[in-house]
C-alpha cells in the first residue's frame, strides 16, 4: 500500500521536479546530459550491453569509497553511475576506462526502462542509497542488491523507524547488507530486521603516506558556505606569524569568490585560498593541521580520513555525527581534538598546535591497518552472492 502511494506521489511530483532541474540547469548545478539521464533514462545502451555489475555513488564522498571494489572484485564488467555533476566529473577523470552515467531517478518508469534495456545482475548501492522504486523493480527483475559501506544519519533512522513494516519489507530486497559501522549495523538492524554484516568502512582504503617532517602549515578543509564568516572570525584572532601559509578549501569551489573578497588585504600573503577541483591531497601532503569542515555549523561534519592518512593532525567542531566514531577514536588516540564551536577557543587551539611537533606516523598506520583487515570478507560476500 505504501509502495503504491509512494508512486502516485512521484507521478505529481515529476513536474516540480522537472522544473526544479532546469532551475538548476541555470545555476549549473546540472548540464543537458544529466537531466536527459536522470529524468528520461536516456543512454546509447549498445554501449553497455556487456555490463553486469552497477556501482552507485552519490557525490565524490562515496566515489572515494569504491577503489577498493574497483581494485578487488574479480567482475570488471562494470558501470558506474553517480548523482551529482562534480563526482561524475572526478570519476571520470579517476576511471576513464569505466564508463560513467547519471543513475535515473526514483519514478517507477525510469527504473523498469534502465533495467529492461541492461543485463545488469548487481546493483551496489553505496553509503545511504535506500530507492523504493529501484529496489522493487530490481528484485522483481532478479537483479541482486548489495548495500556497500551502508550509512544511516540518526534522522533518517527515526524516520525509516516510523515506517517500520515498510522499512522491513525494503530490507527484504537486499540480498547484502554491509554497515559503514557498527553503530549503523545496529540501526539497519533495528530498521530491516535481517542479518547486517559489519567488516571495516571502505573510506580507510587510502595510500597512508605521512611526511614525518612538516612546517607550520594550516588547512581549513571542506569549509561550507555557511561557515565563511565563522572562518574568517577564527583567523583574525590566529597569531599570523606563527603559520607560513594558511589554506582554505571551500566545499564547494564555485564560492571560491566570495571567500576570496572576505580576506583582509594584509592577509592575502599568507592565505590561499583553494580552488582547484579534486586536488585536496596535495595541500594535505604539506600542512601540519587540518581543522575538518561541515563541523560549525548542523550538517554533521567531514570524514577525516584523507588528511589524516597524509599525518595531519585534524581539529573538528563539535557538530562531527556523520564522523562520530572516526572523531572519537582519533582524540583518544591524541591524532584529532574535538572543540567546541566558538572561533576565539578554536583560535587559542590552533596557536598551541601548531608550535607542536606531532610525532604520529606509526599511531596513524596502525589505526588504518587495524581498520582495513577484514576488508576481504566484503569481496568474498560480494562474489559469492
Request: hydrophobic share 40%.
Amino acid at each position: 500500500m505504501i509502495i503504491s502511494s509512494y508512486r502516485v506521489a512521484l507521478y505529481f511530483a515529476f513536474p516540480v521536479v522537472s522544473l526544479i532541474g532546469i532551475f538548476r540547469l541555470f545555476l549549473k548545478k546540472e548540464n543537458f546530459i544529466s537531466l536527459k539521464q536522470k529524468l528520461f533514462a536516456v543512454y546509447n545502451y549498445k554501449k553497455f550491453q556487456n555490463i553486469d555489475t552497477v556501482i552507485h555513488f552519490a557525490s565524490i564522498g562515496e566515489l572515494n569509497s569504491i577503489k577498493f571494489l574497483l581494485d578487488n572484485l574479480n567482475n570488471k564488467k562494470i558501470l558506474l553511475s553517480c548523482t551529482t555533476l562534480s563526482s561524475y566529473k572526478l570519476s571520470q577523470k579517476k576511471y576513464p576506462n569505466i564508463h560513467v552515467i547519471f543513475l535515473p531517478l526514483d519514478f517507477h518508469w525510469n527504473v523498469k526502462k534502465f533495467i529492461l534495456n541492461l543485463n545488469v545482475r548487481k546493483i551496489l548501492w553505496i553509503d545511504s542509497e535506500i530507492w523504493p522504486n529501484w529496489l522493487y523493480h530490481s528484485k522483481k527483475l532478479n537483479v541482486k542488491n548489495i548495500l556497500v559501506n551502508g550509512r544511516l544519519s540518526k534522522k533518517s533512522y527515526y524516520n525509516w523507524k516510523r515506517l517500520q513494516s515498510f522499512s522491513k519489507h525494503l530490507g527484504e530486497k537486499y540480498e547484502l547488507i554491509f554497515a559503514k559501522s557498527l553503530s549503523d549495523k545496529e540501526k539497519f538492524s533495528d530498521i530491516f530486521k535481517k542479518k547486517i554484516y559489519y567488516h571495516g568502512n571502505l573510506k580507510f582504503y587510502l595510500n597512508v603516506n605521512s611526511s614525518e617532517t612538516k612546517k607550520n602549515h594550516l588547512c581549513f578543509a571542506s569549509i561550507h558556505k555557511s561557515e565563511f564568516n565563522l572562518i574568517i572570525s577564527i583567523i583574525n584572532d590566529l597569531d599570523l606569524d606563527l603559520f607560513d601559509t594558511i589554506t582554505i578549501i571551500p566545499r564547494h569551489i564555485q564560492f571560491s569568490n566570495i571567500l576570496k573578497s572576505m580576506l583582509k588585504d594584509n592577509w592575502k600573503n599568507k592565505i590561499i585560498i583553494h580552488d582547484k577541483f579534486g586536488e585536496s591531497l596535495n595541500v594535505f601532503n604539506k600542512s601540519k593541521i587540518v581543522f575538518m569542515g561541515g563541523s560549525l555549523v548542523n550538517h554533521g561534519g567531514q570524514n577525516p580520513l584523507e588528511a589524516l592518512s597524509k599525518g595531519c593532525f585534524i581539529i573538528s567542531g563539535s557538530y562531527n555525527d556523520n564522523f562520530n566514531e572516526q572523531y572519537l577514536d582519533l582524540e583518544e588516540l591524541d591524532l584529532a581534538k574535538i572543540l567546541k564551536n566558538n572561533p576565539k577557543e578554536i583560535s587559542v587551539n590552533i596557536n598551541k598546535l601548531i608550535k607542536l611537533n606531532f610525532d604520529n606516523t606509526d599511531l596513524i598506520n596502525n589505526y588504518f591497518k587495524d581498520n582495513t583487515k577484514n576488508f576481504n570478507k566484503i569481496i568474498e560476500l560480494i562474489e559469492k552472492c
